[in-house]
């Protein structure tokens, strides 16, 4: 029995019964779907190419529905790609057609050639299916790979920015802004930089390069991460002492300040102007 304590529980009661119920009439849907609609489905959900699964789809379904009945044409298509699939040539399945149909036999050699046919396709098939499972796999591993390198490449740096140590809650902080999803878009987790990223990518790229002209992403020739933050420094600079000169200018103008302060500030104001 579902415990409705508060009113997030009742939305989270419905939002479920409203998934499950999508579920359940998407399964009715397909299921009253043609074989062959059905079968194209099957193999999208299993990653194979769309141009693919149409052409195993509709081979399968021509092979399968040959019969005695079968017009001519279909049945030496039929013959053909039997020939085809046994490694012989053009001229050589052309011979064996042509023989067949002097003796009356292509329409018996085509439905006898069809179980084979039938194999082949299905065994067109699982590999489609493996190649799309091994690529899985292997993207899965590259992705495993590279945290793997970006985690130890945190772990034993001591700055990425020289004169900034990274402390340790820091290293953590940055490997969950790699790691941990803050939101999904079509289904598919983001971390915080591809969300940013996502929310307006344009606004994304300008701020990116306007950094990499600030020196905050400086790469060397050999991919050494060489960011110069002087730039950035300055400007911190430059905006503290006009603060500060703001500041010491109107108690200067109240005759709160020293002599010796304010010969220093003419200095700095002279200095930063």
Do not use: C
Request: hydrophobic share 35%; aromatic share 4%.
């Amino acid at each position: 029995e579902t415990s409705l304590e508060s009113e997030e529980d009742l939305l989270g009661l419905m939002e479920q019964q409203t998934a499950e119920k999508a579920d359940s009439m998407l399964e009715g849907w397909i299921k009253n779907l043609p074989p062959k609609a059905q079968a194209y489905l099957g193999l999208i959900e299993d990653g194979v190419d769309a141009d693919m699964s149409v052409g195993l789809v509709e081979s399968k379904a021509f092979v399968e529905n040959l019969s005695a009945q079968s017009p001519s044409e279909d049945l030496e298509s039929a013959y053909r790609l039997y020939l085809s699939n046994l490694g012989m040539s053009e001229e050589e399945i052309s011979e064996e057609v042509e023989e067949a149909k002097d003796l009356s036999k292509l329409s018996d050699k085509a439905l006898k050639a069809k179980p084979k046919l039938v194999a082949a396709i299905g065994k067109e098939e699982a590999n489609a299916k493996n190649v799309i499972a091994q690529r899985a796999r292997q993207e899965q591993e590259q992705r495993d790979e590279y945290i793997k390198t970006l985690e130890n490449s945190i772990e034993t740096s001591n700055e990425l920015i020289a004169g900034m140590k990274l402390t340790p809650k820091m290293k953590e902080k940055i490997k969950d802004s790699f790691m941990i999803a803050v939101e999904e878009k079509d289904g598919v987790p983001l971390n915080q930089v591809n969300a940013n990223r996502t929310r307006n990518p344009q606004a994304f790229d300008i701020l990116l390069h306007y950094y990499t002209q600030l020196g905050l992403f400086n790469i060397n020739e050999k991919g050494v991460a060489k960011p110069d933050i002087s730039a950035l420094r300055r400007k911190v600079t430059s905006d503290t002492t006009n603060s500060l000169l703001d500041i010491v200018t109107e108690k200067q103008s109240k005759g709160e300040v020293s002599s010796k302060t304010s010969s220093f500030i003419d200095k700095l104001s002279k200095i930063n102007s």
